[in-house]
């Protein structure tokens, strides 16, 4: 089976933020936990998630069904390219566990189990690239950019707690459903011109979270 190496484990406080000046209309500050802070040796990780790691929104970020978020290292070495984002690095997107190996969007899928030092995870989501990336990076064009080359990270929920650090081996251990990948379930969420019987497959997706199982009902609804 695949494997990597976990070679950041992150976690972050929830803090106020100012405002781009290109959003500024919005508000004069904004409130989320995206900077993470690198964890130094083992941390404990929960249904909830790791230890010392908080979310402003519930309703977009954690809870059991998105405890664990997971971002591919080799996807820093593109960001990099764009001006101002010459230092993005590891937690850039505000993950928890950068992995560096044969783990990304057109790799891993629904389903799939992970071990991770003494934790084991079931992958149960992509990410929904929200404004907090434009806003941390001051980059209006962020969210676009993700979501058009479906560089999003994937969020896993917790079959079984335990410690995990920087250095341990991300590994895979089941893979159930290989056609139904990140990158796939993502672009059926977000772009035009969708399949009914795709939609239809992912209302019942098994180990897909409810939160997107409701999504693909609303959509197919109007299929």
């Known amino acids: 089976m695949d494997e990597a190496r976990i070679v950041s484990v992150r976690a972050g406080r929830v803090r106020m933020h100012p405002m781009p000046e290109w959003d500024r209309g919005t508000a004069p500050t904004w409130r989320s936990a995206y900077g993470k802070d690198e964890v130094a040796g083992p941390v404990f990780v929960g249904a909830l998630g790791l230890d010392g790691d908080e979310q402003a929104h519930l309703d977009a970020h954690g809870g059991p069904q998105m405890a664990v978020l997971a971002y591919a290292?080799?996807?820093?070495?593109?960001?990099?390219?764009?001006?101002?984002?010459?230092?993005?690095?590891?937690?850039?997107?505000?993950?928890?566990l950068t992995v560096d190996g044969?783990?990304?969007?057109?790799?891993?899928?629904?389903?799939?189990?992970?071990?991770?030092?003494?934790?084991?995870?079931?992958?149960?989501?992509?990410?929904?690239?929200?404004?907090a990336i434009s806003r941390w990076w001051n980059e209006p064009s962020m969210v676009k950019r993700a979501t058009e080359t479906a560089r999003i990270g994937w969020y896993h929920r917790v079959k079984l707690e335990g410690l995990i650090e920087a250095g341990d081996t991300y590994r895979l251990v089941e893979h159930p459903q290989p056609e139904w990948t990140i990158a796939r379930v993502f672009r059926a969420r977000v772009h035009s011109g969708r399949d009914a019987g795709e939609l239809r497959a992912l209302t019942t997706l098994p180990g897909l979270s409810p939160e997107w199982h409701g999504h693909f009902a609303r959509l197919l609804e109007r299929a």
Not at 82 to 89: I, V
Not at 107 to 130: K, N, Q, Y
């Open 73 to 96: 290292y080799a996807h820093y070495a593109h960001w990099r390219e764009m001006p101002g984002l010459e230092r993005m690095g590891p937690g850039g997107f505000a993950e928890n």
């Open 102 to 131: 044969p783990f990304d969007e057109h790799s891993v899928c629904i389903g799939d189990v992970i071990e991770a030092g003494g934790v084991v995870f079931e992958v149960s989501s992509p990410r929904g690239p929200c404004a």
